[in-house]
């Protein structure tokens, strides 16, 4: 896992944009962004990307909640910019790569890296009690939340990151999860 890679390709595009929402990132990319019902069941398709005849789409289930949406599409836009080697085939959360994958590690971290800026995990630590509290505070699921403190542990914060965090975890997550993680 090239933890430099994911950190420059989330900075430059931050840069380049002037810009850390996903969706408004997508647009500025010219990534089509579209959002479908896909189930309310567990097991449903979260999202996907698919680049095809130079076209690249990131497709969202409309199930979810705001907050999981804004994960997800993080998640397939680390995809569109990371995997952009991957010709004509897609990522799809149904099954067609194996849980372990690292494209979709490399998309977790990617997600991680956009959506926690390092001042925002550093003052939810402060003001946290238990890891849990971090994830809640922050609004997003506890495997995230130990991904960026990989992250930040590479960048040369003083941290101990857990790295227990499943890469299928936001597959088993329910569909209708609530906003506060």
């Given at each position: ?180 993680f």
């Amino acid at each position: 896992m090239n933890f430099d890679l994911i950190i420059d390709k989330v900075r430059g595009i931050i840069d380049e944009c002037d810009e850390s929402d996903p969706g408004r990132l997508c647009r500025d990319l010219g990534i089509i962004l579209e959002y479908e019902p896909m189930g309310a069941a567990k097991q449903a398709c979260k999202g996907f990307f698919i680049r095809r005849l130079g076209i690249s789409v990131i497709t969202v289930n409309s199930e979810l909640t705001d907050t999981f949406r804004r994960i997800i599409t993080a998640h397939e836009l680390g995809h569109a910019v990371l995997h952009t080697d991957i010709g004509e085939r897609g990522f799809l959360d149904v099954g067609y790569f194996n849980e372990a994958d690292d494209c979709e590690k490399e998309a977790n971290f990617f997600a991680a890296e956009l959506l926690l800026p390092d001042n925002d995990v550093l003052e939810a630590i402060e003001e946290s009690r238990t890891y849990f509290d971090i994830a809640s505070k922050l609004y997003v699921p506890a495997e995230l939340v130990d991904m960026k403190l990989q992250l930040m542990e590479h960048k040369g914060y003083d941290l101990l990151a857990p790295k227990s965090a499943s890469p299928d975890f936001m597959r088993n997550m329910d569909v209708q999860y609530g906003e506060g993680f």
